[in-house]
């Protein structure tokens, strides 16, 4: 009975082992879910769905594009998701440094193929969502971080949208985050930007960037 016991947890151990991906989640996911003290398995089963715009359109890299530094790239180099590019305003001060004035209230999530020159969209949504941070998981889906919001408040959500026929799983953790807490993308991922509401301190603390 004892060694059908032992038997029994071994291949349990095993199981999971395999069930498990390696090196997940990797270091961007990581950031993300240390910044606001969660983990993956605080975030309930998805819902599942097409994404409700396909929109797709040439690309070419050009070399006073300010958003290219900010694209997260997929290991090989070959692909990029552009976080920020739809909604963020950028500026260069004469010194040099980014500025941002602001952003738009709607939000995308965009796949470039940097060798066919495509890019398409995976992910757009008005102010009930927030898209802080992105990167590719070792099975090659895009899976992007941040908030959604609903009748209770902002909910920390991670979208997985499986590049090839851009169908979306959509998980959401419990817990409430103050719109004043989400701070993410200035504090962290896009730290080294001059954001407005830094300038003009207490105008902008209950409106998530």
């Known amino acids: 009975m004892r060694k059908q016991i032992l038997l029994f947890f071994l291949l349990l151990a095993v199981f999971s082992c395999r069930q498990a991906d390696p090196g ?3 270091e961007r996911l990581q950031n993300w879910l240390d910044y606001y003290d969660s983990e993956l398995k605080d975030f309930g089963a998805g819902d599942h769905f097409d994404r409700p715009y396909r929109v797709e359109q040439a690309y070419q890299t050009s070399d006073d594009d300010l958003f290219v530094d900010l694209y997260v790239y997929s290991p090989d180099s070959t692909r990029a998701i552009d976080l920020d590019s739809y909604h963020l305003v950028l500026e260069v001060k004469d ?8 952003r738009e209230a709607d939000m995308e999530v965009a796949l470039i193929d940097l060798e066919q020159g495509i890019r398409k969209r995976l992910l ?3 102010p009930p969502c927030i ?3 992105a990167t590719f998981h070792p099975d090659g889906h895009v899976v992007v971080a941040g908030f959604i919001e609903n009748n209770n408040g902002f909910h920390p959500a991670l979208w997985t949208i499986k590049t ?3 169908f979306v799983e959509l998980r959401q953790s419990p817990r409430l985050v103050p719109p004043g ?7 962290k991922r896009l730290h080294h930007i001059n954001f407005w509401f830094e300038k003009y301190e207490g105008i902008a603390t209950d409106i998530p960037l």
């Open 95 to 102: 010194d040099g440094s980014l500025f941002s004035p602001g």
């Open 124 to 126: 757009f949504c008005g």
């Open 131 to 133: 898209f802080e941070e």
């Open 24 to 26: 997940w989640p990797d």
């Open 164 to 166: 090839k026929n851009g």
């Open 181 to 187: 807490n989400i701070l993410y993308i200035s504090d």
